[in-house]
């Protein structure tokens, strides 16, 4: 059974910086794609970055200020978020796929329960 499990959300101000992590279980971790993705109130689940075996993705909206990364070690994927703005509020989820990046929420597999990040102003 496949489980993915976030923590690190919390109450900030803007401009400070978070860092969230997710941890998997019951899949071969290394040879997935993780994603991260964010869903605010009233609004669609978006993407926000992605990893795969050897690169990075991520949405226009938080490129340069946002980082994700994974320790396949740890079966951990990470997303240090810099500079949050009170629109990066959201619940942040990650997901995973096969082993090739994809932006759809729809072309996930298996998903965490989230976490909540809240930015103030």
């Known amino acids: 059974q496949v489980q993915l499990e976030e923590s690190g959300g919390g109450l900030v101000q803007t401009g400070d910086s978070l860092l969230v992590s997710c941890v998997a279980s019951g899949l071969t971790f290394s040879s997935y794609a993780m994603g991260w993705f964010r869903q605010a109130p009233g609004k669609e689940r978006e993407f926000v970055a992605a990893i795969t075996r050897s690169n990075t993705y991520y949405a226009d909206s938080v490129k340069g200020r946002f980082t994700i990364y994974r320790d396949n070690a740890k079966n951990t994927v990470y997303l240090q978020m810099k500079s949050l703005k009170p629109e990066d509020t959201a619940v942040y989820y990650c997901?995973?796929?096969?082993?090739?990046?994809?932006?759809?929420?729809?072309?996930?597999?298996?998903w965490g329960q989230g976490t909540q990040v809240t930015v103030s102003s």
């Open positions: 997901a995973g796929r096969g082993s090739y990046y994809r932006r759809s929420p729809n072309e996930y597999d298996y």
